[in-house]
Structure formats: C-alpha cells, structure tokens
C-alpha cells in the first residue's frame, strides 16, 4: 500500500469512527442533560472536540512529523469527522498567534457571516425544489 492510499485509509477509517462518536456523544449528553430544546449535543461535541484537538496536536506536535499518519488520523480523520469546530478554533487560534487579533477576529466573522448566510440561501433553494 503507498503512502497516499494508506493516508486516504487511515482518514476514512478514522473519520467514520469520529462521525459515530460524535452522534453518541451528541445523545448522551442531550439524554444527560435532559435538554431538547437547546443544542447541548452540538455544544458539548464542539468544546470536547476542540480539547481533544487541542491535546493531540500539542502532543503529535513534538512526537511525529508534520506528514505523520497519526496526525492524519486523530486531527483529519478523527477530529475532522468528530467537529469541524475543532479545525475552525484551532485556525483563529493560529491566526491570532501567527498574523494577530485584526486576522483571527476576521476569520470569525467571515465563517458566521458567510457561513450563515449560505445556510439560509441554501433553505431558500431547498423549498422552491
């Protein structure tokens, strides 16, 4: 198996088991909570997700190369199937480290602006369908 399959692989393999957890997780904590009318299943997969992002970068960070499967793994397969969120913080992070506040404040914006209103026009086109 070549280095790109084996990437592809470890991602689908990772991402389906990150796509389950997140939809047991989500009903766990709606069940534990006890609340369905606020999305405390979405709020609990994306604080969870972004910790668990957050630790397995910061460890891979200085114990496997940048190209490593494990990181393609936990952060792309895994977190990236688990939330998306966890990408979108650790990118405002980034960018607030590396480019400053003025970028990262941009980025949040942009995601809800553009984010949101696609969303809606995407409604919109889905009932005339």
Request: aromatic share 14%; with cysteine.
């Amino acid at each position: 198996m070549n280095s790109l399959t084996l990437r592809i692989v470890v991602v689908a393999v990772s991402g389906a088991f990150g796509a389950l957890t997140r939809w047991g997780v989500s009903h766990v904590a709606i069940a534990w909570f006890g609340l369905t009318w606020w999305p405390v299943g979405t709020l609990t997969v994306n604080v969870l997700g972004c910790f668990v992002f957050g630790a397995a970068y910061e460890w891979m960070r200085h114990t496997h190369a940048a190209d490593s499967p494990w990181r393609a793994l936990w952060l792309t397969g895994f977190c990236g199937a688990f939330t998306t969120f966890s990408t979108f913080a650790f990118d405002v992070v980034e960018l607030h480290t590396t480019r400053g506040l003025a970028w990262a404040a941009l980025n949040v914006a942009l995601h809800l602006a553009l984010g949101i209103g696609a969303l809606v026009v995407g409604m919109v086109l889905g009932r005339a369908w």
